[in-house]
């Protein structure tokens, strides 16, 4: 699939391939990120800088510096005056960004916990419901949307939403490997068990079974890391 082909799919253009009126850079890097990430750009695939200027209608330089964004996060490999490609997942990465995350979430729902409100939850209980019907229309795309959601609902809750951008931004090879692992016969029930776990052990003030649960639910993916190498051993 050529560079081209897959940024037209990007939320960031109109249907005439033109950028709305903002920062055509940040849009340019939302779109190629959100391919990387769902492996419509898979790891090892060549992107080429002047289809994607040409296809927006941009200069080569909002395309550069789209590119240069996604290699700090350790998305793309750029080799100057040769070539620009995806990069392989990161394993060594997605732990590192594991234990930030596990290690931010207990924080947050340990403090829900305390609270004990239902009115904070709300939002992740919404969540959770659409979470559900998207898995029951098989739709794994929307599921993997309203996961997002469920957890930054959660974040926002304890009023600490700019921690999940952070989480975000450094989750680029641990929800590569997530979005491998989700297919896998029983993963996406697992996944709502998990959160109605969390939920319900936060309403009752269980503090001691929503770390339990969370722990549980982040860790899963990396312990099937072996499993999910053997199956996409052209990824890593």
Do not use: C
Not at 81 to 101: G, H, M, P, Y
């Amino acid at each position: 699939m050529s560079s081209l082909a897959v940024v037209t799919l990007g939320k960031a253009s109109n249907r005439n391939g033109k950028l709305r009126k903002s920062s055509a850079s940040q849009q340019i890097r939302d779109a190629l990120r959100e391919r990387i990430i769902k492996l419509d750009l898979a790891p090892g695939e060549n992107l080429s800088r002047t289809e994607i200027a040409d296809f927006y209608g941009v200069s080569q330089t909002p395309v550069r510096d789209a590119m240069m964004r996604l290699e700090e996060e350790g998305l793309l490999y750029i080799y100057p005056q040769s070539k620009t490609e995806v990069s392989k997942i990161d394993i060594d990465n997605a732990r590192e960004t594991q234990f930030l995350r596990l290690s931010l979430e207990i924080q947050v729902t340990r403090q829900l916990t305390s609270a004990r409100s239902r009115d904070l939850l709300g939002a992740a209980e919404n969540a959770l419901v659409r979470q559900k019907q998207a898995w029951e229309s098989g739709d794994l795309e929307r599921f993997v949307v309203d996961d997002r959601a469920f957890h930054r609902a959660l974040f926002e809750a304890a009023d600490v939403p700019d921690l999940w951008d952070l989480v975000t931004e450094r989750s680029g090879h641990i929800d590569r490997l997530r979005n491998l692992n989700l297919p896998d016969p029983g993963k996406a029930s697992e996944i709502l068990a998990y959160h109605r776990r969390i939920l319900d052990a936060i309403a009752s003030g269980d503090t001691a079974t929503v770390e339990s649960e969370v722990r549980g639910h982040l860790t899963g993916t990396l312990a099937s890391v072996e499993k999910i190498k053997s199956q996409h051993p052209e990824f890593f």
